[in-house]
């Protein structure tokens, strides 16, 4: 298997679209990393440029050590899965599967038979070898093209939102059984997506683009609990953001004065009071500590908000709540247990420790 290496990568289209701008990256052998990001901001062609379909306008591709900047795609061994998966209608799923291999040129007749009788064990549609694209669904459809572009044995599997055009719930069972088929073979996968949820719960590391960079690059609960930046904050879960300027700076604390509330939060060395800042507090990171079922106590607590709740859900295993304080900002908490004595119109107390704010920059 092989490492995919990014050195200074850039690609202007027209002299107006600077659509990547110097990145680098390096994606470790076996590792699945996510390209995650708002729509425009240079997934696809950060991908495209690995598979060898956009030529860089400055920077370095290196797949398995080997400098690939220049070659076409085909000398590259990637397999890649877009989107609409375009399998080729007139042929069988065993024709399509082989497509790759008999281009190749270089198997016997049997060493193909055998690899797509084992792709097709391995995307569990073992079955199937005699039927067309069209006697299958979208999510048989979609492992197919999966085994299509694995049978050539690629060194790196690359995916443009391959689960876009699926319904929630398949897309949430294929999401699994990608990754189940990822660490079986072990093979080095670069994901596209601009679903949040997608890349924080598929990836070994994501990397969070914002207008042809890298914001942040890391594993998902390090960048979701950790964002480096307002953007990230905002792009990856729900966040609640303050915005405001730093006042008083005290023991690595900072009192940040926001027009509504003051918030103080664990500060870092570069911080500096007049910085303007915002506040990240993920909403699991709220307590009560007044209401019916915590009993909890207002002693000591930091960063109090007193308010009124507006609107709750279940998410499963935990409740949301929608929070208006007194002076009319919106919350938004995520509470594990159930939802008793916490019901619209109910006046509460919550309170986050400082060290639970994360101070960012904007
Ligand atoms: P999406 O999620 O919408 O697919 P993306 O993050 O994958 O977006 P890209 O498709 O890489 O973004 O596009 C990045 C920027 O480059 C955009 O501003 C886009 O309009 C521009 N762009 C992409 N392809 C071309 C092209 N062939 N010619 C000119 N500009 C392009």
Redesign the pocket.
Known sequence: MSEITLEGVSKR??RD?L??DDIDLEIGSGEFVTLV??????????LRTIAGFEKPTAGTVRIGGEDVTGAPPYERNTGMVFQDFALFPHMTVRENVAYGMEADGGYSNAEIDDRVAEMLELVELPDTADRYPDQLSGGQQQRIALARALAPKPDALLLD?PLASLDKKLREQMQVELRRIQQEIGITTVF?T?NQEEALTMSDRLAV?NE?RFDQVGPPGDVYDEPDSRFVADFLGTANIFDGSVTTLEDGRATVDCADAEVTATADTTTAVDDDVAVVVRPERFRFVSGATDGGTRAGAENVFEGEITFTRHLGSSVEFRLETVAGRELVVVHRSGLEGYDPGEQVTIAVEADDCRLVSR
Do not use: F, I, N
Request: hydrophobic share 25%; net charge negative.
């Open positions: 289209y027209d679209v659509a990547v990001g708002p729509s425009g901001c240079g997934k696809t062609t950060t939102e596209v601009h683009m042809g």
